[in-house]
C-alpha cells in the first residue's frame, strides 16, 4: 500500500483476542488508539454477543465519537452493526430461512455423526443458530484453546467433514470457521462479501482498505479477502497484531507514509 489505509478491518479470535477470550489491554488500549486515527472494522464468523464479551466489554475510555467509527460485522458480513446515539444498532441482518436452518442442523450433526466427530465431552453446545449462520463448533464454543488445537491440529477433521456436508447442501454455503468450526450460510458468504458490502456501507474502496487476520492460508475463513485483492497482513496471533499496530499507529497520528 503506497498510501495510509482509510479503514483497517480485523478478524476477531486469534488476531485481535485469543480464541473465545477478552481482549488483553495492551491490545484494548491500542484499538482505542486506533479508533482516534482511522475507522475500524472487526469481521468475524462469530455472533454479536462475541464481539461484546471479547471487544466491546474491554474498551475502556472510549467516546461515542470514536465508537462511531468502529463497524461490526459478524457472521462474515451477514450482519452490521453501528454505534448510533449511545448504544449499538443492527442496521441490517440476512437471516437464513427456518427450512434452510433445519436443513443446515440436520446434514451437519448426521455427518459429524457418522465421521465419528461427534463429541460427548464439550464445553457447551456443538450446534448453534445464529441467525444467518448455523455454527458447528465439534467441542462447544467455549472449549480451551489447548483442547481445540488438540482436537485438529492439521484442520484435516474439519476440511473432511466441510467437504462432506457442503455435498448435502448444495443451496447452502459451508465454509471452515475457526479451527474445530463450520459455518453454514447462504451460498456467497464469505469475509469476502461481508468486505464488499463494507466497501458500499461506507464508501471506502477496497484498495483503501487493510485486513489482518490469522486464516489467510488458503484453507483458512480469512482467505477470500486476500483473493479479493484488499492488502493483507498475516498474524499469528493477537501478540502480532499488538506489534503491527505499534507500528501503524504512529504512521496514522502522524499522517505520513
Given at each position: 500500500?503506497?498510501?495510509?489505509?482509510?479503514?483497517?478491518?480485523f478478524?476477531?479470535?486469534?488476531?485481535?483476542?485469543?480464541?473465545?477470550?477478552?481482549?488483553?489491554?495492551?491490545?484494548?488500549?491500542?484499538?482505542?488508539?486506533l479508533?482516534?486515527?482511522?475507522?475500524?472494522?472487526?469481521?468475524?464468523?462469530?455472533?454479536?454477543?462475541?464481539?461484546?464479551?471479547?471487544?466491546?466489554?474491554?474498551?475502556?475510555?472510549?467516546?461515542?465519537?470514536?465508537?462511531?467509527?468502529?463497524?461490526?460485522?459478524p457472521?462474515?458480513?451477514?450482519q452490521?452493526?453501528?454505534?448510533?446515539e449511545?448504544?449499538?444498532?443492527?442496521?441490517?441482518?440476512?437471516?437464513?430461512?427456518?427450512?434452510?436452518?433445519?436443513?443446515?442442523?440436520?446434514?451437519?450433526?448426521?455427518?459429524?455423526?457418522?465421521?465419528g466427530?461427534?463429541?460427548?465431552?464439550?464445553?457447551?453446545?456443538?450446534?448453534?443458530?445464529?441467525?444467518?449462520?448455523?455454527?458447528?463448533?465439534?467441542?462447544?464454543?467455549?472449549?480451551?484453546?489447548?483442547?481445540?488445537?488438540?482436537?485438529?491440529?492439521?484442520?484435516?477433521?474439519?476440511?473432511?467433514?466441510?467437504?462432506?456436508?457442503?455435498?448435502?447442501?448444495?443451496?447452502?454455503?459451508?465454509?471452515?470457521?475457526?479451527?474445530t468450526?463450520?459455518?453454514?450460510?447462504?451460498?456467497?458468504?464469505?469475509?469476502?462479501?461481508?468486505?464488499?458490502?463494507?466497501?458500499?456501507?461506507?464508501?471506502?474502496?477496497?484498495?483503501?482498505?487493510?485486513?489482518?487476520?490469522?486464516?489467510?492460508?488458503?484453507?483458512?475463513?480469512?482467505?477470500?479477502v486476500?483473493?479479493?485483492?484488499?492488502?493483507?497482513?498475516?498474524?499469528?496471533?493477537?501478540?502480532?497484531?499488538?506489534?503491527?499496530?505499534?507500528?501503524l499507529?504512529?504512521r496514522?497520528?502522524?499522517?505520513?507514509?
Amino acid at each position: 500500500m503506497t498510501s495510509l489505509p482509510r479503514l483497517v478491518a480485523f478478524d476477531l479470535d486469534d488476531t485481535l483476542a485469543a480464541s473465545k477470550s477478552p481482549l488483553d489491554p495492551r491490545m484494548a488500549a491500542l484499538m482505542v488508539r486506533l479508533l482516534g486515527a482511522v475507522e475500524v472494522c472487526v469481521i468475524s464468523g462469530g455472533q454479536i454477543a462475541q464481539f461484546h464479551m471479547q471487544l466491546i466489554d474491554n474498551l475502556d475510555n472510549v467516546s461515542d465519537e470514536a465508537l462511531a467509527g468502529l463497524h461490526l460485522m459478524p457472521t462474515c458480513g451477514t450482519q452490521y452493526y453501528r454505534h448510533i446515539e449511545g448504544s449499538w444498532t443492527q442496521i441490517y441482518a440476512e437471516l437464513l430461512t427456518d427450512p434452510e436452518k433445519a436443513s443446515a442442523l440436520i446434514a451437519v450433526e448426521a455427518t459429524a455423526r457418522e465421521l465419528g466427530y461427534w463429541e460427548s465431552d464439550t464445553w457447551g453446545p456443538i450446534l448453534e443458530d445464529r441467525g444467518s449462520q448455523i455454527t458447528f463448533s465439534a467441542l462447544g464454543q467455549a472449549a480451551p484453546v489447548a483442547a481445540k488445537t488438540a482436537w485438529d491440529p492439521s484442520g484435516e477433521k474439519k476440511n473432511t467433514l466441510r467437504e462432506a456436508v457442503q455435498a448435502l447442501l448444495p443451496d447452502l454455503e459451508v465454509r471452515s470457521g475457526g479451527s474445530t468450526s463450520v459455518d453454514i450460510t447462504r451460498r456467497g458468504i464469505d469475509k469476502a462479501y461481508g468486505m464488499n458490502k463494507l466497501a458500499a456501507l461506507t464508501g471506502v474502496s477496497l484498495d483503501e482498505m487493510l485486513f489482518v487476520g490469522d486464516r489467510l492460508d488458503e484453507n483458512g475463513n480469512d482467505y477470500p479477502v486476500k483473493v479479493l485483492g484488499v492488502e493483507c497482513v498475516a498474524v499469528g496471533g493477537w501478540e502480532d497484531t499488538a506489534a503491527f499496530l505499534e507500528t501503524l499507529i504512529p504512521r496514522l497520528e502522524a499522517g505520513a507514509v
